[in-house]
């Protein structure tokens, strides 16, 4: 019965922000390794950011400082908040959680980021 849904994602102009949420069901967010991922068009699918037990993070070099990753114990949720938006942003954005060393996707929202 595991499912990500991911939302918030949208148009935005260059130095916006936006928020994404993941509502995860299944899978415990505060103790499983969770994460946001982006694919742009033609490219390969990368790392965002990741949230692991703890207070452990970590981030691709292009997001660090302008993207921040969180999570909502209490509603099961896993956030992004993007600020500074560019046009290199423009991805669909998913959500990862792992468990029992399988990888579970959400189906993604897409981010556009355009003047």
């Known amino acids: 019965q595991v499912q990500l849904v991911e939302s918030g994602g949208g148009l935005v102009q260059p130095g916006g922000s936006l928020r994404l949420s993941c509502a995860v069901s299944?899978?415990?967010?505060?103790?499983?390794?969770v994460g946001w991922y982006r694919q742009a068009p033609g490219k390969e699918r990368e790392l965002v950011a990741g949230?692991?037990?703890?207070?452990?993070?970590n981030y691709a070099d292009s997001v660090k400082g302008r993207f921040t990753i969180t999570r909502d114990n209490a509603k099961n949720t896993v956030n992004l908040q993007m600020n500074n938006l560019n046009m290199e942003d423009t991805a669909i954005y998913y959500c990862?959680?792992?468990?029992?060393?399988?990888?579970?996707w959400g189906q993604g929202t897409q981010v556009t980021v355009s003047s």
């Open positions: 990862k959680a792992r468990y029992w060393g399988r990888d579970f």
């Open positions: 299944g899978i415990s967010v505060s103790v499983n390794p």
């Open positions: 949230a692991y037990p703890g207070a452990n993070t």
